[in-house]
C-alpha cells in the first residue's frame, strides 16, 4: 500500500477518493463518516507526518487551535464541578467528548494541508455530490409515488425521508450537497459546457427544488434558495440564468403547492408559526404557552447560558444544565431539548462567550479569505471558480437566524470543517501560485 502511495498520482487519486467518499458516508450514517475522516486523517499522517502542521495562515490557525483548546479547558472545569459536587454526568464525561471532537481540528489541518499542496482534487467529489443528491431526490419521487422508498422506508407524517429511514435529514443533505451538480460540467467537464450546460443546469434545478418540497424540510429549502440567489447575484457566469431561475421557482412552487396536500400544509403552518414567533418575539414573552417550539426553546437557553456565561457548560452539557437552570417551571409540560437548535446559542451556552467571540472571528476570517478575496479585492482568487460552491454554503451554514441541529454532531461538524478547511485550502494554493509568478 505504501509502495503504492509513494507514486504522486496514485496518492492524489487515493486522497481523492477518500473525499469522494464522504458525500455517500454522510447517507449511510455517523459510524461511516467518523470512519472515512479516521482514514483521511491516519492516511494523511502516515504519509506527510509533521508537514501536515506547518501553517500557512497563522492567525487563522491559531484561533482555531485555541477555540479547541477551549473546549478541553472548559471541559476540565465543568467535569471537576460535576464530580465535587455528585452530579449527573459522572466521570470524566465531557473530558472524554472533548477529546474525541479533536478529530475535526486534524480533519481541517488535514484537508487544508492535501489541498493547499495540490495532493487531493475536487473533481470526484463534485462527481460523487452530483449522483449521491440525485439518487436521493429520485428516492424521495420513488417514495412518494408508491409509499415506500428504494429501501422499504415509509413517509414519517407529512414529510418524506428518502434513504435516511427515521432520520429527518433528506432536505438538508440535498440543500449541502446539490449545489456542486451545477458547477461539475463548467469546472471538470468543459468540453460538454456550450452543448448540454443550457439544458441541464434548469434540469438539475427543477429536481432538487421538487425534492427538497417533497422532503417537508422547509428550512434547507429555503436556504438552498437563498445559496443559489446569493450565486447568481455575485457569479457574473451564472446571472445569465437569473430570468429561468425566478420563472422555474415561481412556475414549480406554486404548481406543487397548489398541487400536493401535505406540501401545501407544510408551507402554511410555517408562515402561520413564522408570523407568531415575530409577535411573541416583539412582545418578549418567549414562554407563552402558544408560542411556537423554537421560540420557548430559545428562552430555555438564556437561563441556561446565564448558568456559565464566560466559558460554557462543556460540549453535549446543555441537556443537563437546562434541567438544573434558574426559574425552571416544574409544572410546565415542555421539556428541555437536547440542544437550542441554533449554532450560535448552543456555542454561547457550550463555550461561553468566549467560544462565541472565537469562532466569530473564525467565521468572520473565512469570509474574508474566500467571499472578500473573490468579489471585492483585487486577489487572483478571482479568477478561481472551483471555491464558488464552497463560498456560499457556507455563508448558508453559518447564517444566523435558521434552525439547526447540534453543533457539536458528527454529521453537522464534519460538514462545517469540511468546507472550511476546503476553502482556506484553495486560497493557500492560490497564494503558492502567486508567489511563484
Same mark, same amino acid.
Given at each position: 500500500?505504501?509502495?503504492?502511495l509513494?507514486?504522486t ?8 477518493f477518500l ?7 454522510f ?5 461511516i ?6 482514514i ?9 507526518g ?14 482555531i ?6 473546549i ?17 454526568p ?13 478529530k475535526y481540528l ?11 499542496n ?14 449521491c443528491?440525485?439518487?436521493?431526490s ?36 440535498l440543500?449541502r ?16 459546457s456550450?452543448k448540454?450546460l443550457?439544458?441541464?443546469?434548469p434540469?438539475?434545478?427543477?429536481i ?11 428550512m ?6 437563498f ?26 412552487f ?6 400536493n ?14 408570523? =407568531? ?9 418567549y ?15 438564556y ?6 456565561k ?22 410546565s ?13 448552543e456555542?454561547l451556552?457550550?463555550?461561553?462567550i ?19 478575496? =473573490?468579489?471585492?479585492? =483585487? ?37 462545517l ?6 476553502i ?6 492560490e ?7
Amino acid at each position: 500500500m505504501l509502495l503504492f502511495l509513494k507514486n504522486t498520482e496514485n496518492t492524489k487519486k487515493y486522497f481523492s477518493f477518500l473525499l469522494a467518499l464522504l458525500p455517500v458516508s454522510f447517507i449511510a450514517g455517523n459510524m461511516i463518516i467518523n470512519i472515512n475522516v479516521l482514514i483521511l486523517i491516519v492516511s494523511t499522517l502516515v504519509l506527510y507526518g509533521k508537514e501536515v502542521f506547518k501553517f500557512q495562515f497563522k492567525i487563522l490557525d491559531k484561533f482555531i487551535l485555541l477555540f479547541f483548546l477551549l473546549i478541553l479547558f472548559t471541559a476540565t472545569y465543568n467535569d471537576i464541578f460535576f464530580i465535587i459536587n455528585d452530579l449527573y454526568p459522572s466521570g470524566y464525561h465531557t473530558i472524554l467528548k472533548s477529546i474525541l471532537f479533536l478529530k475535526y481540528l486534524f480533519l481541517y489541518l488535514t484537508i487544508k494541508f492535501l489541498i493547499g499542496n495540490r495532493m487531493i482534487g475536487l473533481k470526484y467529489f463534485f462527481v460523487s455530490c452530483t449522483l449521491c443528491t440525485l439518487f436521493v431526490s429520485f428516492d424521495i419521487f420513488y417514495q412518494f409515488i408508491f409509499g415506500k422508498d428504494l429501501f422499504g422506508f415509509e413517509p414519517i407524517g407529512r414529510r418524506l425521508s428518502g434513504p435516511f429511514g427515521d432520520e429527518l435529514i433528506a432536505g438538508g443533505y440535498l440543500q449541502r450537497f446539490s449545489i456542486f451538480s451545477f458547477f461539475l460540467i463548467p469546472l471538470f467537464l468543459n468540453r460538454f459546457s456550450n452543448k448540454y450546460l443550457k439544458y441541464l443546469i434548469p434540469i438539475f434545478f427543477v429536481i432538487f427544488i421538487s425534492a427538497l418540497m417533497l422532503s417537508g424540510n422547509r428550512m434547507p429549502f429555503i436556504l438552498f434558495v437563498f445559496t443559489i440567489s446569493l450565486i447568481v447575484l455575485f457569479q457574473k457566469q451564472a446571472r445569465k440564468y437569473l430570468i429561468s431561475f425566478i420563472i422555474i421557482f415561481s412556475l414549480l412552487f406554486i404548481s406543487v403547492y397548489n398541487i400536493n396536500d401535505k406540501v401545501k400544509t407544510n408551507f402554511d403552518t410555517f408562515k402561520i408559526q413564522i408570523s =407568531k414567533m415575530i409577535v411573541i418575539a416583539t412582545k418578549g414573552n418567549y414562554n407563552d404557552k402558544d408560542a411556537p417550539q423554537y421560540l420557548r426553546e430559545f428562552a430555555t437557553f438564556y437561563d441556561t447560558w446565564l448558568m456559565n456565561k464566560y466559558i460554557g457548560g462543556g460540549v453535549k452539557n446543555f441537556r443537563f444544565y437546562c434541567h438544573t437552570r434558574p426559574n425552571l417551571e416544574k409544572n410546565s409540560k415542555f421539556i428541555c431539548n437536547m440542544h437550542p437548535h441554533n449554532y450560535y446559542l448552543e456555542i454561547l451556552t457550550e463555550t461561553g462567550i468566549v467560544g462565541f467571540l472565537i469562532i466569530s472571528l473564525i467565521f468572520l476570517q473565512i469570509l474574508y479569505l474566500s467571499f472578500y478575496k =473573490k468579489y471585492i479585492s =483585487k486577489s487572483s482568487f478571482i479568477t478561481n471558480n472551483t471555491v464558488v460552491p464552497f463560498i456560499f454554503l457556507f455563508i448558508a451554514e453559518i447564517f444566523p437566524l435558521k434552525s439547526t441541529g447540534s453543533f457539536f454532531t458528527t454529521g453537522n461538524t464534519t460538514y462545517l470543517f469540511l468546507i472550511l478547511a476546503i476553502i482556506v485550502g484553495l486560497n493557500c494554493k492560490e497564494n503558492l501560485i502567486e508567489k511563484k509568478i
